[in-house]
Structure formats: structure tokens, C-alpha cells
């Protein structure tokens, strides 16, 4: 049986149900358009207070801290996404999740996932300089497993054995954090930062260096990538 979410004035049968209501909201709207609806507005300001009880509780810095202005849609980057933003009334601006605010504490990342999404942004140039050397002159890639050429679209850069997340946990082995990352070294939640970075650039480097000597990358297919990835879950 489903529970009830109650988020504002409003109460929705699940969780589910929630995020489908702040789904079709953001759905409404054009990127970089401000949302001008009372109702619309007035369950952001709900959702807001929401996710603030659990940034709060996860010993992070509130969203709607002061006063808010007015809500956005925008594009995130660098994923290119669509989500909701806060301007406050000093002119400050803010990504915020619904995602998060509907599903509670237990979708707050901990230290070792941040750390994880830290070192993927690190090193996403070097990624996309591999990539783009794999490159052939009519501008297409070939597949290392199958041999068949691939559209840019369909080209995926993939880490053979060792996997990226193995490099990780031995580069965390290596600096004695397998438990625990110490404060820090990656940045905490802050305004307009859709994404983890390192906050100790030297940390950054030496990852960037042990990925560099660690790392063996090829060019795979989309559709290879998707099946292996089934075949590792089934496994």
C-alpha cells in the first residue's frame, strides 16, 4: 500500500504521484522562463521547505535560507538538463531537486558518492581528448569490440578491467580513506552547482595523474555498452 505525501497544501497518494505533479510542472515551462503561475509557485515554495528539512538534517546549507523572489526553469550544466531554480531577493540563484525534495533523507549522497562524482568530473577533458582522438576524417569512430563504424551519437568511451569505479576505490585504498573521505576534499552542496568537484586541487591532480597511469580506454557502441552493463547487474 502506497503512503501518502504531503507536501504544502497538497497531498498526493505516493511518492510516485509527487514527483509525476513536479515532473509535468517543469514540463510546462521553456528553459530560462520564469514560473508565473500562483499555484505553481506556491508548491515550489512548499517543495522548497521540503527539501530543506532533509538538507538540514544531512548538515547542509537550506536552500530557501532567505527570502525567494521568484522560481526558473533552466538547463544545467554541463549535463544539459532541465530543472527548477530559486532566485532569492538579493538577486542570488540556486538549482534545486524536486527528486530530492519528495524522496527525503534517504537520497542525500554520502561523502564516498561525492567523492566518486568529484573524480568522474576530473577527469571528463582527458575522456573527451581520448574521444575526440579516436576520431577518424569523415568524423566517425570504430567499435573495438565489434569493429562495426559508429556515428558520434553512438560512440561510447568505456574503461576496460579496471573499471572506473575499481580505480577509485584503489586511489581511496592508496590515500587510507577506504571508510571514510575526510572533510575537505570535495566541495559541499553550494548555490548554483549542480555537480560535485574537489575542493583540494591537489587531491584533484594526483587522481587525475593515478587515472591517467591506471585507466585503459576504448570506443564502444552505445547498444554494446547498455547490454554490458545488463549482463554485469544479471551477474
Known sequence: MYKKTIIGSREFHSKKTAK????????????????DNADDHDDLVALVDCLDQVLIEGGEE????????????????????AGFWLVREDGSATDFSYI????GPRRLKTRIQCFYD???????????AF???????QGMFICDITHKRLFDREAHVDHEIPT???????????????????????????????????????????FRE?????????IISAKTNLQMAHKAKMA
Not at 505533479?21 to 514560473?35: E, N, V
Open 20 to 35: 509525476k505533479h513536479f515532473q509535468d510542472m517543469l514540463g510546462r515551462y521553456k528553459a530560462g522562463q520564469q514560473i
Open 62 to 81: 537550506p536552500k530557501g535560507s532567505q527570502p525567494i523572489h521568484h522560481f526558473e526553469k533552466r538547463i544545467n550544466q554541463p549535463y544539459g538538463t
Open 100 to 103: 530530492l525534495a519528495v524522496d
Open 118 to 128: 568529484a573524480c568522474r568530473n576530473i577527469v571528463k577533458t582527458d575522456i573527451d
Open 131 to 137: 574521444r575526440e582522438s579516436k576520431r577518424d576524417e
Open 164 to 206: 572506473f569505479g575499481k580505480i577509485v576505490v584503489e586511489f581511496r585504498h592508496s590515500k587510507g580513506w577506504s571508510h571514510k573521505i575526510p572533510e575537505g576534499i570535495v566541495t559541499d552542496a553550494t548555490d548554483a552547482q549542480p555537480i560535485t568537484a574537489f575542493s583540494d586541487l591537489a587531491v584533484a591532480e594526483e
Open 210 to 218: 593515478y587515472h591517467k597511469q591506471k585507466a585503459k580506454l576504448r
